[in-house]
């Protein structure tokens, strides 16, 4: 019903900038919270940011607080995550995810119902 597909990711040094982007596709996309989340090998899929796809308002992590920043472009059913000053720790595959039922922007993962296959970042020292 919904699909999501994740781009943007490649290999970055400490303090540089990436911008990923997530295309979605689906005939109620537009009432769907949004959000970011990463997952580093060996560890937990973590949140990064959630965006309210209706109204507009953002949450972050804290560790990304300042540094990311989440975004959509309604017109083109796309959700943005602008990553600035990236550090080593910040390397995972990243997902895009869309949440139906909590539409305000959810950092938890079983609100989730649909993910993008995940793109992967990388940032060396």
């Known amino acids: 019903q919904v699909q999501l597909v994740e781009s943007g990711g490649g290999l970055v040094q400490a303090g540089g900038s990436l911008r990923l982007s997530c295309a979605a596709s689906g005939r109620t996309f537009s009432s769907y919270g949004m959000g970011w989340f990463r997952q580093a090998p060996g560890s937990e899929r973590k949140f990064v940011a959630a965006?309210?796809?209706?109204?507009?308002?953002?949450r972050y992590a804290d560790s990304v607080k300042g540094r990311f920043t989440i975004s959509r472009d309604n017109a083109k059913n796309t959700v943005y995550l602008q990553m600035n000053l990236l550090k080593p720790e910040d390397t995972a595959v990243y997902y895009c995810?869309?949440?139906?039922?909590?539409?305000?922007?959810?950092?938890?993962?079983?609100?989730?119902?649909?993910w993008g296959q995940g793109t992967q970042v990388t940032v060396s020292s």
């Open positions: 995810a869309a949440a139906p039922v909590y539409s305000g922007g959810s950092a938890s993962i079983p609100h989730y119902a649909y």
């Open positions: 965006i309210n796809w209706s109204g507009g308002s953002t």
